[in-house]
């Protein structure tokens, strides 16, 4: 089991290598445990923040008779992120300034459909 | 607030807005009528914390919003408040942002001068929340007994365990205090876990 997990994080981390949308991503659980990186030169707060989001987002969805959200556009004056889900992941997108949401996340369908 | 909320409504594909203070308080709305008013109220209090929560290296927020299946939920920040929107997912974008542009520069104004419709009988659903949530006293002592096994980063890591059952320190329920040890217990190395619950045990505090 450990194998397939690590197995599918390499995959998924060759595809999100192969967006130059993407400046630098973070895998993580909902524990915050950090999974795989693009970088070492990440912020926790970041993956805090983007965890506190998502189960809001999820408590919200619940309440309001929504469902589970499939992602969380975090746009902030300074950096555009993307935080998907994926499995047990989250994974959280830092994308390059001129990145257009709607362009990005079709690209990133695509190719989670191409690995699923 | 009313024209601005009217402006917001009349985007293609919006479904309802919701205007909120810092507080949480809800000062204006326009939604179907299957979204009562204590949903709405529930909706401040889900996201009130946000701002608190956000560290400031974050920098500011321009929007935040979750996909859902058929529909996105808006976050957009103001001063002095936040603003809700729920959409279709063919909202214009362009336009929501003209749009949402022009009502940041005149909403906080209006969030000074506004007051809440709520009628006289009606309990705030905040002030509620908070007088359940776990007194600060009893957090201070734990994070102060959890020290001894995770040392300084006890404080952080109760913050951090909050943020992740979606909740902050100032609000989290009593009912969910089991749930914020188990996740603060998981820090605790391993050799040492048994010892800690133990001794939680011994303060009548069952995890």
Known sequence: MGDSRN????????????????ESYIITDMEGRIHMASTENYDENTINSSIYLWVTGSRFGGEFNMGEPANLIYY????????????????????????KFPVFKRKLYDLFNRII | MNQLMSNIKNIP?????????????????????????????????KFQPIKEILPQEEGEIVYLCWEYEDLLAFYYPVGGGWVNIISGEDIPM??????MTAVANKLPKLLEEAEAPRARDEEPLAAETVENAIPR????ELEKFFATYLGPASAVIFKRAANHLG???????????????????ARVPGDKKDEVTEKIKEMSLDI
């Open chain 2, 94 to 99: 362009p336009v929501f942002s003209l749009t």
């Open chain 1, 76 to 99: 902030l004056k300074t950096r555009k992120m993307l935080v998907q889900k994926y499995n047990d992941y989250l994974i959280i997108l830092n994308l390059i300034d001129i990145a």
């Open chain 1, 7 to 22: 197995d599918s994080l390499a995959g998924l981390s060759n595809m999100l290598n192969s967006l130059k949308e993407i």
């Open chain 2, 13 to 45: 594909g919006v479904v309802g807005v919701a205007i909120f203070k810092d507080n949480g308080e809800l000062v204006a709305y326009d939604f179907p009528e299957a979204y009562d008013k204590k949903l709405l109220n529930l909706m401040g209090l």
């Open chain 2, 167 to 185: 909740y902050t320190l100032n609000n989290m329920p009593k009912a969910h205090l089991v749930d914020l040890l188990q996740c603060v217990l």
């Open chain 2, 137 to 140: 006293e009893q957090l201070e």
